[in-house]
């Protein structure tokens, strides 16, 4: 019998992933985030950001995530929480360390995740870009299934958007922002990416 890697046995288990042209993951439970705008009429999506999000800060399964990104965060539920609490923000993906995806901003919309922020000399990258949040920490490995599923929807998200360039929240926020942190394994992640064409996968990849 042959064994099959990670990525042989999910792409045989799951279909491919697909976004329609409302933005939307097939593969994903979408809950819907109020943190959300128009994107500039003018604007090619062109960059995908990675980060990590934990709450509490490097507990995972549980639901603070999706308080925080549906502005239902109990302060009271972890000393934590109220310096977040008014926070008004969320990303486009957020990845489970299972692997499931829930979705809180259709990619056609602008969601709050990048803040201030610069890539090649262009602020707001919130403006032209897709936010990606996988449930972790800069502290911890991420899991295998992270990488396969965030691979495969790097592809299913390139299907449909000019994406020329993937980055962490730290390459574009650099001094105010860390993640995905340094377990974040940029060269496993274009591995699996097949050889995509990319201007840059993290500068900091080689
Ligand atoms: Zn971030």
């Not at 940029?186 to 500068?203: A, D, E, F, I, V």
Request: hydrophobic share 35%.
């Amino acid at each position: 019998m042959i064994k099959l890697t990670c990525l042989e046995y999910y792409l045989k288990t799951y279909p491919l992933m697909l976004i329609n042209t409302s933005g939307y993951l097939d593969h994903a439970s979408f809950i819907a985030s109020p943190n959300f705008d128009e994107r500039p009429s003018d604007c090619r999506i062109s960059l995908l950001v990675i980060h990590n999000i934990s709450l509490p800060p490097e507990e995972f399964s549980g639901d603070g995530v999706i308080k925080l990104f549906t502005n239902q965060l109990d302060p009271a539920a972890h000393p934590y929480y109220p310096s977040i609490q008014s926070l008004k923000v969320s990303a486009h993906f957020f990845i489970r360390r299972n692997g499931t995806i829930i979705q809180f901003v259709s990619c056609n919309k602008r969601a709050w995740h990048a803040g201030e922020s610069c890539w090649q000399g262009k602020n707001r990258c919130n403006d032209f870009s897709i936010g990606i949040e996988l449930e972790g920490s800069d502290n911890l490995p991420f899991t295998d299934a992270q990488y396969i599923v965030l691979a495969e929807l790097t592809m299913a998200l390139r299907k449909e958007y000019p994406i020329t360039d993937i980055v962490g929240h730290s390459d574009v926020a650099p001094g105010r922002k860390t993640d995905p942190g340094p377990h974040f394994d940029w060269n496993h992640y274009r591995t699996l990416l097949c050889g995509t064409n990319l201007n840059s996968c993290s500068q900091k990849f080689d």
